[in-house]
């Protein structure tokens, strides 16, 4: 195929995806218009499974397999991070020194980590109430450990940052959630569907049937995933130098 029928083929391809994107443009509501129908649909199927926040039941629930994918993804980057990231043969581990730590930095690092750290929990536990969720709260306890880095030295980090746990938690919560979505097919309905546990009382920590549970999965998930990727460029910041490896 020669250069210039490519090039036409791509303008054809090219031209028809710009019409049909015009097209579905033209056919939208108008903005702030009343016409919602996927979000009305989507507050009535949280409210009938006893889902409070709507968010977490479109991730968790109503579009899951998605989330499996967006997780899967975050899996496969950090996992790619710490092949790329590992210790090569010209390198070298030097043991690291600590660093003199402002007072008050020391201090603010110190009392903030374990508010961060339950403000994680509480905004993963309570997922399925209120905005928030697995993948935000996950982030946030996993930067609330890294405040010790900044308040005292890399030895105290390492020490509440067995890498070894935090791989297996990692790899054991993507196995939990399609554990917990392979369960329904064995129930007898489809992957993923909120069919296993009953719905709960409305606006409690039991409720949503098992969104919370994927949900809790997704954030051991996410906070695993972030310390280790965090893991592997601060040992190249602070551990690993180029030199003759032992």
């Known amino acids: 195929m020669s250069r210039r029928l ?7 391809g090219g031209a028809g995806m710009a019409a049909l994107l015009v097209a579905a443009g033209l056919d939208l509501p108008s903005f702030g ?11 009535r ?6 889902t409070a926040n709507t968010i977490a039941s479109v991730n968790f629930d109503q579009r899951a397999y998605d989330t499996l994918g967006e997780m899967s993804i975050l899996f496969a980057a950090v996992l790619g991070c710490v092949v790329l990231l590992r210790q090569a043969r010209d390198e070298h581990r030097a043991e690291p020194e600590p660093a003199e730590v402002a007072r008050p930095v020391r201090r603010y690092a110190l009392i903030v980590l374990p508010v961060a750290l339950v403000t994680g929990i509480y905004v993963v536990a ?20 890294h405040l010790l880095y900044l308040g005292a030295d890399y030895h105290a980090l390492e020490r509440v940052r067995p890498l070894g746990l ?4 990692d790899a054991l919560a993507v196995c939990a959630y399609l554990v917990l979505g392979l369960a ?28 919370p549970l994927l949900n ?3 954030g051991v998930e996410v906070a695993s995933a972030v310390v280790v990727l965090l893991a592997g460029f601060l040992d190249q910041a602070v551990e690993i130098e180029e030199g003759q490896g032992s």
């Open 166 to 169: 935090f791989e297996a938690s």
């Open 126 to 145: 309570h997922g399925q109430l209120s905005p928030g969720g697995g993948f935000q709260g996950g982030v946030v306890a996993a930067t609330a450990l």
């Open 45 to 50: 199927a949280s409210l009938a499974r006893h």
């Open 6 to 12: 490519r090039l036409w083929l791509l303008a054809v």
């Open 33 to 43: 218009g009343p016409s919602h129908p996927y979000g009305d649909r989507a507050v």
């Open 184 to 211: 329904g097919v064995l129930a007898g309905t489809a992957f993923l569907a909120n069919t296993l546990l009953p719905y709960g009382t409305f606006n409690t920590l039991a409720s949503g049937g098992i969104v």
């Open 216 to 218: 809790a999965a997704v």
